[in-house]
């Protein structure tokens, strides 16, 4: 099994929350990749068959627009069948984008795993425990 996590982030914050989620697939003997969105193309979504992305929310609760969102606009052209998962941190707000964020993939036909995954600023260890379970289910 191909495993990627793709993840933005700007402060750290949705960087740990990523590498929590690639501690939950390694924990069940699955080898993934973590990837900064800046170094990763649409090939390693297309051949993972699984994939979970991270962006934090910016601005008026959107994703980020200079890399994530062109990103993403991309990826939801062929995530159609594949397992997807997504998270990311807020700092201010209700955290709205997630919902959006989860609306927009389910448009497309992908395999949501789980609700889509927030915490709220840098994330405690509850927060990262929910990360490693996202990332078992994952896989």
Do not use: H
């Not at 699955?30 to 068959?49: G, K, P, Q």
């Not at 993403?72 to 159609?80: P, R």
């Amino acid at each position: 099994m191909t495993v990627n996590v793709i993840y933005w982030t700007g402060t750290g914050n949705t960087e740990a929350m990523a590498n929590a989620v690639l501690e939950g697939i390694k924990s069940k003997g699955v080898e993934a990749r973590l990837i900064f969105v800046d170094e990763a193309t649409i090939d390693d979504v297309i051949n993972a068959d699984a994939v979970a992305f991270g962006c934090p929310a910016m601005g008026d609760e959107v994703l980020e627009e200079d890399s994530f969102r062109p990103f993403m606009d991309e990826a939801n052209k062929v995530i159609n069948g594949k397992k997807v998962a997504i998270f990311g941190s807020y700092e201010w707000k209700e955290g709205q984008y997630m919902e959006d964020w989860t609306n927009e993939i389910k448009a497309t036909g992908a395999n949501l795993v789980a609700p889509g995954l927030l915490a709220y600023d840098y994330p405690d260890e509850d927060a990262l425990e929910k990360c490693k379970e996202l990332g078992k289910a994952l896989v």
